[in-house]
């Protein structure tokens, strides 16, 4: 591998995610199984659907009625932003604003919905810490679901929770190409490794899990927490 090049590794034969599920030890299995063995120093993207099943994040909804999960929205948000049909804008608990608080019904039994993990920098910090204590495996972990933005159309995935990877690169001080001096750059290392990954596990792939290897090792940390990505709502030029 050249320096500063990166690998994008779906990793395929999960088994079906149910409640209780140790999610750490699938993703092991798997990679064991695969011709990409995972490797100390790999970054791991796993998709928010695998870590709402296994931790019975999950309520039933009418399957007859396409609206049946919109008093569940109301409930899991703590502001609701702006309403445009059936579409809620809103804030959830955890900070993020997201289309329908972030529930979702794809890849989920018909007649059950998804919401989001309760705390996903500890869903996170869970699966690197098993990784490490019963595998053996020192790796980061990224939780990623999938976002709307603002004045863009299409979707991302970004990143939801982090375990063992800052958020955040601050650029700010360091000097770009030409030698001029960074004031406010600031890149969110996170999002970008959870869009990269998307690329290989896509939305009807059944791959929900990816390996990215040759992350700079200057963006690994022993602590970090999705929470930095939150714009506080006083810094926030549009709420």
């Not at 995972?38 to 931790?55: F, M, P, R």
């Not at 608990?93 to 059950?112: E, M, P």
């Not at 970004?158 to 800052?166: H, K, L, N, Q, T």
Request: proline share 4%.
């Amino acid at each position: 591998m050249t320096q500063g090049s990166l690998q994008i590794i779906p990793v395929r034969g999960i088994p079906e995610i149910r409640r209780g599920d140790d999610v750490a030890t699938a993703i092991a299995d798997a990679t064991t199984r695969s011709d990409h063995g995972l490797l100390d120093g790999d970054v791991l993207v796993v998709t928010q659907k695998i870590v709402s099943k296994a931790e019975g994040a999950m309520v039933d909804i009418d399957p007859s009625d396409p609206l049946s999960h919109k008093p569940i929205v109301e409930r899991e948000s703590v502001h609701i932003l702006r309403r445009r049909g059936d579409l809620i804008i809103s804030q959830t608990k955890h900070g993020f604003v997201c289309a329908n608080a972030g529930i979702d019904l794809s890849n989920v039994d018909r007649g059950q919905a998804a919401l989001l993990p309760e705390d996903s920098d500890r869903s996170a910090r869970r699966i690197r810490d098993r990784l490490l204590g019963v595998h053996g495996i020192d790796t980061a972990v990224i939780i990623s679901d999938t976002f709307g933005r603002p004045w863009r159309r299409g979707l991302t995935d970004v990143a939801i929770g982090c375990a063992g990877i800052g958020a955040i690169l601050d650029l700010k001080g360091t000097n770009d190409s030409l030698g001029r001096e960074l004031q406010v750059t600031e890149v969110c290392v996170v999002d970008e490794l959870a869009s990269a990954a998307d690329l290989v596990c896509g939305k009807s792939a059944g791959v929900p899990v990816a390996i990215i290897r040759g992350v700079d090792a200057s963006w690994f940390r022993s602590s970090s927490v999705v929470d930095e990505l939150v714009r506080p709502a006083a810094e926030d030029l549009f709420r």
